[in-house]
């Protein structure tokens, strides 16, 4: 008689542990759609970009016509490479080719 209360046992404890691994799933699944949430980060999560990344799209935005990957590419790079400054406030394609992207 061992073996079948053995086993309910070990059921009822999988029933009891299950919600609470589940809802630790719901947890950091529901922070990751945060943060590709239009309506929490904007376009894309663009919102969640630090305030200097988002300065420098914007400035990205005005000097040229990149694709929206190039854009955060450009901006990021900006913002890490504060000796790059003057390029990056007049050629955002210099940037881009500093890089490695082509194309434009």
Not at 37 to 55: M, N, R, S, T
Request: proline share 5%.
């Amino acid at each position: 008689m061992k073996g079948p209360f053995a086993a309910s046992a070990a059921f009822a404890i999988l029933l009891a542990v299950s919600p609470d691994v589940a809802g630790a799933q719901d947890g950091s699944t529901q922070t990751q759609i945060e943060r590709r949430d239009p309506d929490f980060c904007g376009a894309g999560g663009a919102g969640c970009d630090p305030a200097d990344v988002q300065q420098w799209k914007a400035v990205g935005n005005r000097l040229a016509d990149l694709s929206s990957a190039d854009l955060s590419q450009y901006a990021y790079a900006c913002a890490k490479h504060h000796e790059w400054k003057s390029e990056c406030e007049t050629n955002p394609v210099a940037i881009l080719k500093r890089l490695g992207i082509e194309g434009y």
